[in-house]
């Protein structure tokens, strides 16, 4: 399913070397088969 993806993806874009995420994407696909994808900052120090 689509939420499978979603939840490899973003354990494939995991914490890097720093233990910091540098930005978090996010995809939301419609029924149209139109994807949006949203990037939120990530946690630096």
């Known amino acids: 399913s689509l939420e499978r993806v979603v939840s490899r993806t973003n354990y494939a874009m995991g914490p890097g070397p720093g233990g910091n995420q540098p930005k978090m994407t996010t995809k939301h696909c419609g029924s ?14």
């Open 32 to 45: 149209s088969n139109q994807c949006t994808t949203l990037e939120l900052p990530g946690y630096s120090k």
